[in-house]
């Protein structure tokens, strides 16, 4: 390869690791970079809700989707768009700032390295299958923000064992949250709140207990 067009691939891998748009009706643009693995989104707005639909893909990254093991989502971004990191199959860590109040549907579809999620506490939503098929999650803890979770939210996570919920009231849930997951989820929530998230329908899933101060 000749130094000339060794520098045009390097400009091509640039340009194919940075992108700046900018969502109708926002102010400041949104961009990420991609970097040896390390998505990091920033910007002062929502992201985009991204097309997920046959080969109607519209998702910035998602030819790239298979080397992402890490994404960081930096603070001023105030939602998390649908089926923003569909089939990120290599992701293993997700940093969510305060900022975020909503998860969209099928933000996290199908991202099998996952073990882990720790939501923040100003989350309020999480859409419809947003979790699904992340088959090595093990524990997500859910602050007390979160009001309600879409339907198959969770669905087929088949090694989710442990759900810590910290709102006394039992968040909404849509039909088949948890579905095919371990079939032994411990949900963990507020002492005093035991019967109510039985009664809300979160013990068809698993064992509700207290938490243990």
């Known amino acids: 390869m000749t130094k000339t067009s060794l520098f045009k691939c ?3 891998v640039g340009v194919i690791a940075r992108r700046v748009f900018t969502f109708c009706g ?7 970079t991609l970097n040896s693995g390390v998505l990091t989104i920033s910007g002062r707005d929502t992201m ?7 080969e109607l893909v519209n ?3 998602y030819t790239h989707r298979g080397y992402i093991t890490s994404v960081i989502i930096e603070d001023g971004i105030t939602s998390i768009g649908r089926a923003a990191f569909v089939e990120c199959s290599a992701l293993a860590y997700v940093t ?8 969209g549907e099928w933000a996290f579809w199908g991202c099998s390295a996952l073990t882990s999620v720790d939501i923040p ?3 309020t939503s999480i859409g419809d299958d947003a979790f699904e098929h992340c088959s090595n999650l093990t524990s997500v803890t859910l602050p007390n923000s ?4 879409g339907e198959g939210a969770f669905r087929e996570c088949s090694k989710l064992t442990s759900v810590t919920c910290l709102n006394p009231i039992p968040p909404t849930l849509g039909d088949d949250v948890f579905i095919g997951a371990s079939g032994s989820i411990t949900f963990h929530v507020p002492a005093g709140s035991v019967a109510a998230y ?4 979160w013990g068809s899933y698993g064992t509700v207990v207290a938490i243990v101060p």
Do not use: C, Q
Request: net charge negative; aromatic share 12%; charged share 10%.
């Open 10 to 12: 390097l400009i091509a």
């Open 26 to 32: 926002t102010t400041d643009p949104i961009t990420w």
């Open 48 to 54: 985009p809700n991204y097309k997920y639909e046959w």
């Open 59 to 61: 998702i910035p990254w």
């Open 96 to 103: 969510i700032p305060n900022s975020v109040t909503s998860i």
């Open 121 to 123: 506490n100003s989350v």
């Open 146 to 149: 979160v009001t309600s979770i």
């Open 198 to 201: 039985e009664a809300a329908g």
